[in-house]
């Protein structure tokens, strides 16, 4: 491994081992094995089970958005899709992002900023919407007005969580916004001359200097908004947009059905549909923190501070979460495993990519 990678590994544990520590340290862990030992487990395979459509539909997905480039079947896709979903559960990095459309530019011949650049749609799709959910569900979280809760040296109570949900809100407007200024090419265009410009008005710098912070800071960020203008230009009809959105609904509907799905089998977590997409919404934006790889830690931390919010003892939602957490991985790093096997990719030689050429 290079220097970054051991970085972003060490970094990553350190930061897990802590969110572990924040989420389990109250738990007698005598009481949290003899959860497990009655939860239900016919009830977690079949929530693992319904996992794996998820993924399917992100295969349906991603070849809607490489379509205006190359038409491809579905297992073409489906293959370096679960491969890069099950890297970045064994890797650090989240190495993943960057191995499938390094695998799928290497299997159909593919410019590799081509691929990169749907992936970069499709992971701005997620957070797109994952941000409208997070506003909508923070803000009509139903939770008791007296409740406080504390966690890692924070008092929560529902008055800061409904400002989150605003902030958010906002953010999300922000977000778009911004994207559509990146699409129209005039916008776009005098973004990047205002980028290109910015080193100029620098006072007391030289002119070699600031030619040097044109060529290597302010030119990668203008080849960065070509690459997601270049992403969402793949998206010229206005129906493939509709069917990306509605795919997404589904993924991330699909997604928190899993966690209801968990819920029938665990005593002591109810959990409605709707709780169980906030709950879902809140682990999300834990796991958005560097973390090690598979999200051991933020995603425990996440999932008992979100049951908190529901009455759900420390113990049995260290029970639920732990379990949840391991079926949500299972059929990634298995089926990813198969998917590799059959074409050939290396997992090793994975783990060694390096930033290809825009």
Same mark, same amino acid.
């Given at each position: 491994?290079?220097?970054?990678?051991?970085?972003?590994?060490l970094a990553?544990?350190?930061?897990?081992?802590?969110?572990?520590?924040?989420?389990?340290?109250?738990v007698?862990?005598?009481?949290?094995?003899?959860?497990l030992?009655v939860?239900n487990?016919?009830?977690?395979?079949?929530?693992g089970?319904?996992a794996?459509?998820?993924?399917?539909l992100?295969?349906?997905?991603?070849?809607?958005?490489?379509?205006?480039?190359?038409?491809?079947?579905?297992?073409?896709v489906?293959?370096?899709?679960?491969?890069?979903?099950?890297?970045?559960?064994?890797?650090p990095?989240?190495?993943g992002?960057a191995?499938?459309?390094?695998?799928?530019?290497?299997?159909?011949?593919?410019?590799?900023?081509?691929?990169?650049?749907?992936?970069?749609?499709e992971?701005?799709?997620?957070?797109?919407?994952?941000?409208?959910?997070?506003?909508?569900?923070?803000?009509?979280?139903?939770?008791?007005?007296?409740?406080?809760i504390?966690?890692?040296?924070y008092?929560?109570?529902?008055?800061?969580?409904?400002?989150?949900?605003?902030?958010?809100l906002?953010l999300?407007?922000?977000?778009i916004?911004?994207?559509?200024?990146?699409?129209?090419?005039?916008t776009?265009?005098?973004?990047?001359?205002?980028?290109?410009?910015?080193?100029?008005?620098?006072?007391?710098?030289t002119?070699?200097?600031?030619h040097?912070?044109?060529?290597k800071?302010?030119?990668?960020?203008?080849?960065?908004?070509?690459l997601?203008?270049?992403?969402?230009?793949l #998206?010229?009809? &206005?129906?493939? *947009? $509709?069917?990306?959105? %509605?795919?997404?609904?589904? +993924?991330?509907?699909?997604? =928190?059905?899993?966690?209801?799905?968990?819920?029938?089998g665990?005593?002591?977590?109810? #959990?409605?549909? &709707?709780?169980? *997409? $906030?709950?879902?919404? %809140?682990?999300?934006?834990? +796991?958005?923190?560097?973390? =090690?790889?598979?999200?051991?830690?933020?995603?425990?931390?996440?999932?008992?501070f979100? #049951?908190?919010?529901?009455?759900?003892p $420390?113990?049995?939602?260290?029970?639920y979460?732990?379990?949840?957490?391991?079926?949500?991985?299972?059929?990634?790093?298995?089926i990813?495993?198969?998917?590799?096997?059959?074409?050939?990719?290396?997992?090793?030689?994975m783990?060694k990519?390096?930033?290809?050429?825009?």
């Open positions: 491994m290079n220097k970054k990678t051991i970085f972003s590994l990553g544990i350190i930061v897990s081992i802590a969110a572990l520590y924040l989420s389990l340290h109250n007698p862990f005598a009481d949290l094995f003899s959860y030992a939860i487990y016919g009830w977690v395979l079949l929530s089970a319904v794996v459509p998820c993924f399917v992100r295969a349906f997905r991603w070849r809607i958005i490489l379509e205006n480039k190359k038409k491809l079947g579905f297992w073409p489906f293959h370096p899709l679960m491969i890069g979903f099950m890297l970045n559960s064994i890797l990095g989240r190495i992002e191995a499938r459309p390094y695998i799928l530019s290497k299997k159909e011949n593919l410019p590799f900023i081509t691929a990169l650049a749907t992936v970069a749609v992971r701005l799709m997620d957070m797109g919407f994952l941000i409208i959910l997070s506003a909508a569900v923070l803000t009509t979280l139903d939770i008791a007005p007296d409740l406080t504390s966690f890692g040296g008092q929560l109570s529902p008055e800061n969580l409904s400002s989150a949900g605003k902030g958010l906002r999300c407007l922000v977000v916004g911004g994207i559509l200024m990146v699409m129209v090419p005039f776009r265009s005098l973004i990047q001359k205002l980028i290109l410009f910015a080193p100029e008005i620098l006072p007391f710098c002119k070699a200097f600031k040097h912070l044109k060529e800071l302010m030119q990668p960020v203008v080849n960065w908004i070509n997601f203008s270049a992403g969402f230009s #998206l010229k009809n &206005p129906a493939k *947009i $509709a069917q990306c959105f %509605i795919l997404t609904i589904l +993924i991330w509907g699909g997604t =928190a059905l899993t966690y209801y799905v968990m819920a029938k665990c005593p002591g977590v109810e #959990l409605s549909y &709707p709780k169980s *997409i $906030a709950l879902m919404v %809140i682990i999300c934006l834990f +796991i958005a923190l560097p973390s =090690a790889p598979g999200y051991w830690g933020l995603w425990e931390a996440g999932g008992v979100g #049951l908190s919010l529901f009455g759900v $420390a113990k049995i939602a260290a029970g979460t732990l379990t949840n957490h391991f079926i949500q991985l299972l059929p990634v790093i298995v990813g495993l198969i998917s590799a096997m059959v074409t050939g990719a290396g997992i090793f030689q783990a990519i390096r930033k290809e050429p825009l």
